[in-house]
């Protein structure tokens, strides 16, 4: 008991990050995160090429489908006795029945357009560029790992500030970069793991390159492996919502507090925390934007350019959106930054006020050369 009690608290301790290590924290997954963005721009504007370079896959596709229903009426068709194919009436029923099929099958693709591309995979197997063992390790990786471990991550990040925003003393005593290290690499190398295990079982959702989504490949293995991770993602973005919601108020309370030990030391915290909410409330808008793109507004177009717009274009701009708001908001990283981008500009587009700067630097040592010239003198 004592072993698992001393255990746990070590657990609960490395929960807890520190500032340099929230600033490492931000920096490994922006980088990260751009590393990946560039991959995944790079697959899509492939993939969009090839499309350009067959359009009409699509149309291909349901004349396929309209194929495969057509030759099996022409079967039995062709399978009639000879008497019974001169007959007008039953001639003319088998086709008003190969019309039929066509369309119930146009009435089905209107319908429901999940359905048509799970057909895709069922009856064109080579839908994909790439090998189906390719589609299905994107599918693992980009679309669980990475996107799991982002959500991970950020659920450290909301507790941090739920740490720091009650008690600055237990956040200093309990936030070190040890801890941070060990619980980030943690929760990577869990969702790495997790990602190997499904593609080595050959189960997973595959990225469709003629969609550009991660769609599933038919296997009840592979649709329980989706809800699973689907489980941690929406309970992740639940905890972290509920620790915002937590640190929300208490900011509030404090910025409205008037009890203050002192001027700067007021001045200080009011500054911390109105960062603090500021970045809460971005970030918390742009999860907010992605489940409602992904869970709602998918669902109310048929079409295959309105589903990738939905779950991958406004995904990957909304993940780096919230790299951007990362670095704004972390001072190790904006402040650097910041003097970059003023040195650049300052070379570019010379000012009124830096030239009178530099106007006051020089006169300021004339003086200076003047005054130490005559107090030798003298």
């Known amino acids: 008991m004592e072993f698992i009690r001393n255990t746990i608290g070590y657990i609960l301790k490395i929960v807890f990050t520190n500032r340099w290590s929230l600033g490492l924290l931000h920096y490994m997954r922006v980088n990260a995160l751009a590393i990946f963005t560039t991959l995944v721009i790079s697959i899509l504007v492939i993939t969009v ?3 350009l370079i067959s359009p009409y896959f699509h149309e291909h596709y349901k004349r396929l489908l309209f194929y495969d229903d057509a030759l099996q009426h022409m079967k039995d068709v062709l399978e009639m006795d000879y008497d019974v194919l001169w007959n007008q009436p039953e001639f003319c029923l088998a086709f008003l029945k190969f019309h039929e099929a066509y369309q119930t099958f146009v009435a089905e693709a209107r319908s429901d357009f999940s359905g048509k591309i799970m057909k895709v995979s069922r009856y064109n197997k080579r839908s ?12 693992n990786f980009v ?46 190398v869990g969702t790495l793991c997790l990602a190997v295990t499904y593609s080595l079982n050959g189960i997973g959702y595959v990225f469709d390159e003629v969609y550009l ?27 972290m919502f509920t620790l915002n919601v937590v640190t929300f ?19 200080k915290r009011m500054k911390r925390n109105k960062v603090l909410l500021a970045q809460k409330v971005s970030q918390d808008s742009l999860y907010l934007v992605d489940m409602l793109f992904a869970q709602l507004l998918s669902g109310l177009l048929p079409y295959n350019w309105w589903l990738f717009l939905c779950l991958t274009f ?11 708001v990362m670095i704004v908001f972390v001072k190790e990283l904006s402040d650097p930054l910041r003097r970059q981008f003023q040195r650049i500009f300052s070379r570019l587009i010379p000012t009124k006020q830096g030239q009178a700067e530099l106007f006051q630097r020089r006169k300021s040592r004339m003086m200076s050369v003047a005054t130490i ?5 003298s």
């Open 213 to 239: 989504i991660w769609a599933g490949d038919g296997q009840q293995q592979s649709a329980d492996a989706f809800e699973y991770v689907g489980f941690l993602v929406y309970a992740s973005t639940a905890t």
């Open 49 to 51: 090429f090839n499309k």
């Open 314 to 324: 406004v995904w990957l701009s909304l993940n780096t959106m919230d790299g951007i």
């Open 373 to 377: 010239s005559n107090s030798g003198k």
């Open 128 to 139: 994909h560029y790439f090998p189906d063992a390719v589609g299905m390790v994107l599918g």
């Open 249 to 267: 108020g208490k900011l509030l309370l404090v910025t409205r507090s008037n009890t203050v030990l002192s001027n700067a030391e007021s001045t």
């Open 143 to 188: 679309g669980g790992a990475f996107y799991l471990g982002g959500v991970l991550t950020q659920v450290l990040a909301s507790v941090n500030r739920l740490i720091a925003s009650f008690s600055i003393h237990v956040y200093n005593r309990f936030c070190t970069l040890r801890n941070t290290t060990i619980l980030i690499i943690l929760c990577w």
